[in-house]
């Protein structure tokens, strides 16, 4: 692989705590990216918000309004990911698809490569841009159009299961599965419309628990023990 787009869990992110952020497991995590960017890989990375946000609680509120508090909220994250990224040594661009003054830059594919070529970490922020859509679809629509070779996507889960593991704890897990699968049996890896989106576009993907010790590394070397999504 020489480019992958990892897509962080904002609760993964939280640790214990659940919600915010857990310094020790995001220096964790940005010691792994700097290892494999170390070794030669271009990373690009969408991160969720669901530390801070899980959408509308009620009634009371607009989805679109509750969608632009979501994005908000991955933007967060990658502004605190991306210096702490900076702090263990890498060099780092945050890009959104709408103007947020000087915290980011304006999303073009042009930029974005020329990112890559100059050593950077790539974080793409705010979603789609667009209400409706989740940071699964972002993750996609980011991987297709810097073409890379698959999508790593670390979890709380470790992996995918034929039902929910937190309500069903004789869930099985998948070792290996076909997007074709996970979109027939609605599984829950991403959403119906990301997963849609990576049949269409055959993009892998390889889902893992963040949580597991060294698991972006050893994804990237072939030795994890997640679910390997195939096109």
């Excluded at 991160?47 to 509120?61: D, E, L, P, V």
């Excluded at 869930?171 to 699968?181: G, L, N, P, T």
Aim: glycine share 10%; net charge negative; hydrophobic share 40%.
């Amino acid at each position: 692989m020489k480019r992958v787009l990892l897509k962080l869990s904002g609760e993964a992110l939280a640790g214990p705590k659940k919600t915010g952020f857990d310094e020790a497991t995001v220096i964790g995590v940005a010691k792994q990216i700097h290892q494999i960017v170390s070794e030669g890989l271009q990373v690009g990375i969408v991160i969720g918000g669901g530390n801070f946000w899980r959408g509308r609680t009620s009634g009371a509120m607009e989805r679109s309004k509750a969608d632009q508090i979501g994005m908000l909220a991955t933007i967060m994250n990658c502004i605190y990911v991306s210096d702490i990224c900076r702090y263990v040594g890498l060099s780092t661009e945050i890009y959104t698809p709408f103007t947020c003054g000087a915290f980011t830059r304006l999303y073009s594919k042009d930029s974005v490569e020329e990112s890559f070529a100059q050593g950077k970490v790539v974080f793409f922020a705010g979603g789609t841009g667009h209400p409706y859509f989740s940071t699964d679809t972002a993750t996609v629509l980011r991987a297709v159009e810097i073409s890379a070779d698959a999508i790593l996507l670390a979890k709380a889960v470790d992996g995918i299961y034929d039902s929910d593991p937190k309500v069903n704890p004789d869930a099985v897990k998948y070792d290996e599965i076909s997007i074709q699968e996970v979109v027939d049996k609605k599984l829950a890896a991403m959403d119906l419309t990301a997963s849609i989106m990576c049949l269409e576009q055959k993009m892998p993907m390889l889902v893992f628990g963040l949580e597991e010790e060294n698991s972006i590394v050893n994804t990237v070397h072939g030795k994890f023990s997640g679910t390997k999504v195939t096109v």
